[in-house]
């Protein structure tokens, strides 16, 4: 059975950083292309930004690149999001995900395994 977790979530305030931290089991972790994205209330799902399973690629949505940046350890089997500069439209549940593959997605659909997700609020 896969589960895959998210942490390190919280309430920080405009300009402050985090780093979101994302695990799985129950597969190889360095087979899969990974990604994060985001869902604010009232509004879709949306990319944040992916990884190929390497970590050798990366691609960002234009509202957080130069502030976000993804990497993933296969050693540890943990996947990472730098946030800095963090504004108030970064509040979100941010979600982990994962699919076995060599590509690299950007769309929700595309992938098969999912965190529960871990919450975000940036105060102004």
């Known amino acids: 059975q896969v589960h895959v977790v998210e942490s390190g979530g919280g309430v920080v305030q405009s300009g402050d950083s985090l780093r979101l931290s994302c695990t799985a089991s129950g597969l190889t972790f360095s087979d899969q292309a990974m990604g994060w994205f985001r869902q604010a209330p009232g509004k879709e799902r949306e990319f944040v930004a992916a990884t190929t399973y390497i970590g050798g690629l990366r691609q960002y949505a234009d509202s957080v690149k130069g502030r976000f940046t993804i990497s993933k350890d296969n050693a540890k089997n943990t996947l990472y999001l730098q946030m800095n500069a963090l504004i108030p439209e970064d509040t979100a549940v941010y979600y982990c995900?994962?699919?076995?593959?060599?590509?690299?997605?950007?769309?929700?659909?595309?992938?098969?395994?999912w965190g529960q997700g871990t919450q975000v609020t940036v105060s102004s």
């Open positions: 995900a994962a699919k076995p593959t060599t590509g690299l997605y950007t769309t929700p659909a595309m992938y098969e395994y």
